[in-house]
């Protein structure tokens, strides 16, 4: 239903209040740049509840959400079992700076769908995981080189900021002021989908690679598939190197496909970076990978990483109760089968209206450019009419609709979001992209 037919009216008051006061306490008035609109314009909504696949702002409006808090809620907001499951547990302590079952529980789940994940070592975010695991691989292979990709979002990490996604993508940036020269001096960064680029570089510099770290499917420029074989091939040349293949599938696992990227691609990455789903909303992240790689992190080796709240026990439970439906039978199936839906009737809609559009979709994820041709590369996807996404946003949202803020970010569709919510969707679609076309 719109904000007419519920009969809330239109307007942002609260949101506008709390947000001018968030511009006195926090920095551009929110805790993360992606929740910003700076993309798009107009003023952040605070969100009060939510519940399946709608969220409610403080000015009352209820919203179809394709955030989903930037992927975490497959099943949808507060599912009964990861709201059960977090109860359970708060009731009996809420953490304990010492081991817990849990963390073995999360572990098992997780090796399951992932066996290149012999081992798992449990923190609090997904810069974390990746910082951590850079620091893994450069300890395991004497070497100081990580070769990243154009668009590729890694998290905040200083020597992970060159020409990185997400919210650098989104403000423009090219890295961060703040980071000395030094820290990305290890770090080379080459175009996504450049096979010639990475195999020339490997010739010259082979030797000095320690790792190579990408998304399999890239979500953090908006989603961009990898070329058949790319991936593949890049597991070849870091194999011949002596180079270790890093995963980065903090958006892509349980996303792309329920065993990640690198299933749904047919590789297997030396190490693997895991965020989001398997925290069940709740703050997390993970590394694991090869065993003789992992038994060097601290206390079993010399590589130190530790976390007060790592391995916390209610994300332990939340995330076992998200990864324990997953794998029952047809669950994720059916929400890539939704996803695909919304894609292909986004693809209708926009040819209706006459506009030239790419709908790229992998399992759960899929975004929208305005753009005649394929989007392939950081390139390809800043070309887009990012104009034309403002009107398409803004439209969306006063219809009821709520997008990532910005056209460099995925779209994520959960189990809540039925077949009733989708009809909903195109026809606010229809609507929309006759006003990108003005």
Do not use: C
């Amino acid at each position: 239903m719109t904000a007419t037919e519920t009969g809330v009216k239109s307007s942002t008051r609260n949101s506008e209040r709390l947000f001018a006061e968030a511009l006195e306490l926090l920095p551009g008035g929110v805790d993360s740049p992606a929740r910003a609109f700076k993309a798009v314009g107009g003023t952040p909504r605070f969100i009060e509840s939510g519940r399946g696949a709608f969220i409610t702002d403080v000015d009352g409006r209820q919203y179809v959400d394709y955030v989903l808090s930037f992927g975490p809620h497959i099943l949808g907001h507060a599912p009964d079992e990861v709201v059960d499951a977090i109860r359970a547990v708060a009731a009996r302590g809420v953490s304990f700076g010492a081991p817990v079952e849990g963390e073995l529980v999360l572990a098992r789940d997780i090796r399951a769908a992932m066996p290149s994940m012999e081992m798992v070592r449990f923190v609090n975010s997904g810069t974390e995981a990746v910082m951590s695991a850079l620091r893994l691989a450069r300890a395991f292979t004497g070497r100081d080189v990580v070769v990243k990709f154009e668009g590729h979002y890694h998290g905040h990490a200083d020597q992970m900021l060159a020409r990185a996604g997400s919210g650098v993508a989104t403000l423009g940036l090219p890295d961060s002021p703040g980071v000395p020269a030094s820290a990305a001096a290890h770090t080379i960064t080459v175009p996504f989908n450049d096979l010639d680029a990475v195999t020339r570089l490997f010739r010259t510099r082979g030797d000095q690679i320690a790792a190579v770290i990408l998304e399999g499917v890239s979500g953090n420029m908006g989603v961009v598939p990898s070329m058949p074989g790319f991936v593949r091939e890049l597991r070849a040349l870091t194999e011949r190197a002596g180079a270790l293949l890093i995963m980065d599938e903090v958006m892509t696992g349980f996303r792309a496909h329920h065993g990640g990227a690198q299933a749904l691609l047919g590789v297997t990455p030396d190490l693997t970076t895991l965020g989001k789903v398997i925290g069940g909303g709740l703050p997390v992240g993970a590394y694991g990978g090869r065993r003789d790689i992992m038994s060097l992190v601290a206390p079993a080796g010399p590589v130190y990483q530790a976390g007060t709240m790592s391995g916390n026990p209610l994300t332990m439970a939340a995330g076992h109760a998200v990864l324990a439906a997953l794998r029952e039978p047809g669950r994720w199936d059916r929400i890539a089968a939704t996803t695909a839906t919304l894609a292909e009737g986004l693809r209708e809609s926009a040819t209706r209206a006459g506009i030239a559009v790419q709908v790229p979709q992998v399992g759960t994820m899929l975004s929208v450019f305005f753009s005649p041709t394929p989007v392939v590369d950081l390139a390809s996807a800043t070309r887009s009419a990012t104009e034309s996404f403002k009107k398409f946003f803004h439209a969306m949202l006063d219809d009821g609709i709520y997008l990532p803020p910005s056209p460099f970010e995925s779209w994520f569709v959960s189990e809540a979001h039925d077949a009733a919510v989708i009809e909903r969707t195109l026809r606010a679609a229809d609507r929309a992209f006759a006003t990108a076309r003005m």
